[in-house]
T-cell receptor
Framework: AQSVTQLGSHVSVSEGALVLLRCNYS??????LFWYVQYPNQGLQLLLK??????LVKGINGFEAEFKKSETSFHLTKPSAHMSDAAEYFC??????????????FGAGTRLAVHP | EPEVTQTPSHQVTQMGQEVILRCVPI?????FYWYRQILGQKVEFLVS????????KSEIFDDQFSVERPDGSNFTLKIRSTKLEDSAMYFC?????????????FGEGSRLTVL
């Protein structure tokens, strides 16, 4: 079975500070990993994903994440937070390779607050 | 930009009532999903749908739930007799093709409150 744990349901940073949102996964097969963001009153939007190849992946809005197999982690970072980054962030792992149905298994989410 | 749309954005209902949540996936997408998030908990997979049939469902998706794609554009989730514990945000999602790494596009969600 696959699962995702996001450490910290709420993270608060100052504008301009480093953003670090933590995600650890459990998977019996090589995982595909995703970060989604949900802005207020909007749907979930894909930030970035890791499939194969380079372990450091870059996404939209200056975010990036690094796949570390030895640590079973896929933490999301951004060097300098903007007020517009305030949102809820979800880490997810693909649930199945067979059949291509790509069921995503999500973490509980981390709400990021950015203060002046 | 194409998007997944969901209606209603918020529905309040009495326990035991039937509820239908509607979704319009992106027009050329082939795979459709429902997820839900109970307040403060994880986003949970409910069901996936392809080629006019359920392809996978979770243990949450019991006989009280059903899905259909009645007219080639809408994708609906029906809860036959709502329970208090069905109160949650329900997300519809769609995907273009079979590629396992393909992006899921989500709607804004429908918040269901069961009293």
């Amino acid at each position: 079975a696959q699962s995702v744990t996001q450490l910290g349901s709420h993270v608060s940073v100052s504008e301009g500070a480093l953003v670090l949102l933590r995600c650890n996964y459990s998977s019996s097969v090589p995982p595909y990993l995703f970060w989604y963001v949900q802005y207020p009153n909007q749907g979930l939007q894909l930030l970035l994903k890791y499939t194969t190849g380079a372990t450091l992946v870059k996404g939209i809005n200056g975010f990036e994440a690094e796949f570390k197999k030895s640590e079973t982690s896929f933490h999301l970072t951004k060097p300098s937070a903007h007020m517009s980054d305030a949102a809820e962030y979800f880490c997810a792992v693909s649930g199945s390779r067979e059949g291509g149905y790509n069921k995503l298994i999500f973490g509980a989410g981390t709400r990021l607050a950015v203060h002046p | 930009e194409p998007e997944v749309t969901q209606t209603p954005s918020h529905q309040v209902t009495q326990m035991g009532q039937e509820v239908i949540l509607r979704c319009v996936p992106i027009s050329n997408h082939l795979y459709f999903y429902w997820y839900r998030q109970i307040l403060g908990q994880k986003v949970e997979f409910l069901v996936s749908f392809y080629n006019n049939e359920i392809s996978e469902k979770s243990e949450i998706f019991d006989d009280q739930f059903s899905v259909e794609r009645p007219d080639g554009s809408n994708f609906t989730l029906k809860i036959r007799s709502t329970k208090l514990e069905d109160s949650a945000m329900y997300f519809c999602a769609s995907r273009l093709d079979r590629v396992v790494t393909g992006e899921l596009f989500f709607g804004e969600g429908s918040r269901l409150t069961v009293l």
